[in-house]
C-alpha cells in the first residue's frame, strides 16, 4: 500500500485505539539498549515473552495486538476492507518508532492530560452501556476498573507521544507559491483533482437577550459563593459540586490544569486564572458559556490547578420570542429590496464572528469562504440545500451543544459547480495538497533513517511481509 494509505490508517488508529500492547517501561536499565543498526540489548535474550511478534526501541507489540487492532477499528466503524494484517502491523511499527523517539527527544507528555482524556473517555464509553461499569469491563474483558484505566492510560500516553513526534517533524516545513505551482504543473490534465460543487452561504443570527435582573441574580450568586469561601472557609468543591453547570468539570475530578505555554479554555477565563494566587477565588465574570469564578487550588511553575463554579442564565420565553421576531422583521426587509443582506448583517447580527463580514461563513477545515457540498456539516446542508442563490431561508431555530438557542438567516451568495483543480480558483486547495506532500516526504525520509538507527525486531509470520518501510533492514 501507498504510504499516503498507511498514514491514513495510522489516523485511524491513532482516534481508535484501545488495545492490550504490553509496553517496556522507559527507565533506565542494567543493560541499556544501544541505538545502532542491528544492535541488539544485552538482556534482551534473558527474557522470554510469549506472543511477541515485533520489538522497536523500548516497545514491544504482542501477536494477539493485530486482530484486537482490527476488531477495535471495526467495532468503531471503521473500514479495513482489503487491508491486510502486513499492513496493520506496519501502522503499529511506525506508532512504536514515533513513540520510542519522542521519548528520546524528551517529548513531554503530562500524566494529568492523560488521566483526564482517560477519565472523559470512560465517561463516553459508559453511556453506550447504560452507565454500567460492570458491562463496560466485560467488553473489553478486563476484570476491575483500575486495571482497565491502566491500559488505557498507557494507550493514551503512547499515542499521544506518537502524535506529538509526528507534529515536531512536519513543524517547520513550509511551502513556497513556486512549489506549489511546480506541484501543479506536474500533475497531467486529466489527472488532476476534481473538486465538488462549492457554494458560500452567509448568516444573520439573533439571539435571546438576558435581562438585567438575570444578570445580576447570577453574578449576586457567584458572590455569595466567592464570600464563603473566602471568608468562611467554605469548601469551593462543595460549591462546585452542588452548583456548577460545566459538565467537563466533573469528568475531570473537578480540576482542570491551565499551562501558561499552551491555551486552554477562553481566553477570558484564563485571564482571571493566571491573576489568582493560590487559595483565591476570582471576581465574577463572564464568557461565551456564562458566568464564572474561578478558584486557584495549586501552582507549579507555569502550571495552574483550578476549579470554576459556571452558571448559565436563565433565557425567558418571552426574550426568545423577541429574537425571533426581530429576525423575521430582517428578513421581510430585505425580501423587500430595503436592504441588503450583507448590510442586514452587519446592522442587526448578532454574530460577532461574521457580522463584520457581511454575515459570510468561513470554512474551519480551508479558512476560506467556500464550502464543499460533499463535506459539509450535515446540519448546515440540510438547511440551505433547497435555496437558490441568493434566496433567504425562513428563519431558522439552531441549538448549539450547550443548549444555547438562537435563530438565524441563511443564504447561498455564490456556487461553483463541481469541476477539475484551477490554479487561480482553486489555489488554497492546490497549497494544501501540495503541503501535506511536502509534510509525507519529509516524514518518509525521517522514518527511513530512525528505523536504520533504531533496534527493530520482527518475529513469526510477519518477516514475509512486504512492507513499505525498511522494517526488516534488508
Given amino acids: 500500500?501507498?504510504?499516503?494509505?498507511?498514514?491514513?490508517?495510522?489516523?485511524?488508529?491513532?482516534?481508535?485505539?484501545?488495545?492490550?500492547?504490553?509496553?517496556?517501561?522507559?527507565?533506565?536499565?542494567?543493560?541499556?539498549?544501544?541505538?545502532?543498526?542491528?544492535?541488539?540489548?544485552?538482556?534482551?535474550?534473558?527474557?522470554?515473552?510469549?506472543?511477541?511478534?515485533?520489538?522497536?526501541?523500548?516497545?514491544?507489540?504482542?501477536?494477539?495486538?493485530?486482530?484486537?487492532?482490527?476488531?477495535?477499528?471495526?467495532?468503531?466503524?471503521?473500514?479495513?476492507?482489503?487491508?491486510?494484517?502486513?499492513?496493520?502491523?506496519?501502522?503499529?511499527?511506525?506508532?512504536?518508532?514515533?513513540?520510542?523517539?519522542?521519548?528520546?527527544?524528551?517529548?513531554?507528555?503530562?500524566?494529568?492530560?492523560?488521566?483526564?482524556?482517560?477519565?472523559?473517555?470512560?465517561?463516553?464509553?459508559?453511556?453506550?452501556?447504560?452507565?454500567?461499569?460492570?458491562?463496560?469491563?466485560?467488553?473489553y474483558k478486563k476484570e476491575d476498573e483500575q486495571s482497565f484505566k491502566d491500559e488505557m492510560f498507557e494507550i493514551n500516553k503512547n499515542t499521544e507521544l506518537a502524535k506529538r513526534m509526528r507534529s515536531k517533524i512536519v513543524q517547520e516545513v513550509e511551502i513556497t507559491p513556486e512549489?506549489?505551482?511546480?506541484?501543479?504543473?506536474?500533475?497531467?490534465?486529466?489527472?488532476?483533482?476534481?473538486?465538488?460543487?462549492?457554494?458560500?452561504?452567509?448568516?444573520?443570527?439573533?439571539?435571546?437577550?438576558?435581562?438585567?435582573?438575570?444578570?445580576?441574580?447570577?453574578?449576586?450568586?457567584?458572590?455569595?459563593?466567592?464570600?464563603?469561601?473566602?471568608?468562611r472557609g467554605a469548601s469551593f468543591r462543595s460549591k462546585a459540586v452542588l452548583y456548577g453547570e460545566d459538565p467537563g468539570l466533573k469528568q475531570s475530578g473537578y480540576i482542570y490544569t491551565l499551562d501558561r505555554k499552551k491555551p486552554r479554555m477562553v481566553r477570558e477565563f484564563r485571564q482571571a486564572a493566571f491573576a489568582l494566587k493560590e487559595g483565591e477565588v476570582s471576581e465574577p465574570f463572564k464568557t461565551d458559556f456564562g458566568y464564572h469564578i474561578v478558584y486557584c487550588q495549586k501552582i507549579r511553575g507555569q502550571q495552574y490547578d483550578v476549579s470554576h463554579v459556571l452558571l448559565k442564565p436563565r433565557i425567558s420565553n418571552k426574550a426568545i420570542q423577541d429574537?425571533?421576531?426581530?429576525?423575521?422583521?430582517?428578513?421581510?426587509?430585505?425580501?423587500?429590496?430595503?436592504?441588503?443582506?450583507?448590510?442586514?448583517?452587519?446592522?442587526?447580527?448578532?454574530?460577532?464572528?461574521?457580522?463584520?463580514?457581511?454575515?459570510?461563513?468561513?470554512?474551519?477545515?480551508?479558512?476560506?469562504?467556500?464550502?464543499?457540498?460533499?463535506?459539509?456539516?450535515?446540519?448546515?446542508?440540510?438547511?440551505?440545500?433547497?435555496?437558490?442563490?441568493?434566496e433567504v431561508s425562513l428563519v431558522l431555530k439552531d441549538e448549539d451543544n450547550r443548549g444555547k438557542v438562537s435563530y438565524k438567516l441563511l443564504t447561498v451568495t455564490d456556487r461553483i459547480d463541481e469541476h477539475k483543480a484551477d490554479y487561480a480558483r482553486d489555489f488554497l486547495k492546490i497549497k494544501e495538497l501540495a503541503l501535506k506532500e511536502k509534510q509525507l516526504k519529509s516524514i518518509e525520509e525521517w522514518q527511513a533513517k530512525k528505523i536504520i538507527d533504531t533496534y527493530v525486531k520482527i518475529e513469526g509470520d510477519y518477516k514475509s511481509c512486504n512492507f513499505s518501510g525498511n522494517w526488516l533492514k534488508k
Avoid at 512504536?96 to 513531554?108: E, F, G, M, T, V
Avoid at 483533482?193 to 452567509?202: H, R
Avoid at 444573520?204 to 455569595?224: C, F, M, T, W, Y
Fill in 1 to 139: 500500500m501507498k504510504y499516503i494509505n498507511r498514514c491514513l490508517i495510522a489516523t485511524l488508529l491513532f482516534a481508535n485505539a484501545l488495545v492490550a500492547q504490553e509496553v517496556i517501561e522507559d527507565k533506565p536499565q542494567e543493560h541499556p539498549i544501544e541505538k545502532k543498526q542491528d544492535s541488539v540489548p544485552s538482556n534482551f535474550n534473558t527474557v522470554k515473552v510469549d506472543g511477541i511478534a515485533a520489538v522497536v526501541g523500548d516497545f514491544i507489540i504482542l501477536e494477539s495486538d493485530i486482530p484486537k487492532e482490527r476488531e477495535q477499528i471495526i467495532a468503531a466503524g471503521g473500514n479495513l476492507d482489503g487491508v491486510s494484517n502486513c499492513q496493520l502491523m506496519g501502522s503499529l511499527l511506525e506508532n512504536k518508532l514515533y513513540a520510542h523517539h519522542a521519548i528520546q527527544d524528551s517529548i513531554i507528555v503530562s500524566d494529568v492530560e492523560i488521566r483526564q482524556q482517560v477519565d472523559y473517555q470512560i465517561q463516553q464509553f459508559l453511556q453506550y452501556f447504560g452507565g454500567s461499569m460492570e458491562k463496560l469491563l466485560a467488553y
Fill in 179 to 231: 512549489e506549489v505551482r511546480e506541484y501543479f504543473n506536474k500533475i497531467p490534465k486529466e489527472s488532476r483533482p476534481t473538486f465538488g460543487t462549492e457554494l458560500k452561504v452567509a448568516q444573520i443570527v439573533a439571539e435571546p437577550k438576558i435581562s438585567e435582573e438575570e444578570e445580576q441574580r447570577i453574578i449576586d450568586k457567584l458572590n455569595g459563593f466567592r464570600e464563603d469561601v473566602m471568608e
Fill in 323 to 390: 429574537a425571533k421576531e426581530r429576525l423575521e422583521k430582517v428578513r421581510q426587509r430585505i425580501i423587500d429590496g430595503d436592504i441588503t443582506f450583507a448590510d442586514a448583517a452587519r446592522e442587526a447580527s448578532d454574530e460577532k464572528a461574521t457580522r463584520n463580514d457581511g454575515g459570510q461563513l468561513i470554512n474551519p477545515e480551508t479558512q476560506d469562504y467556500n464550502f464543499e457540498l460533499t463535506r459539509m456539516e450535515p446540519s448546515l446542508y440540510a438547511q440551505i440545500q433547497n435555496l437558490k442563490d441568493n
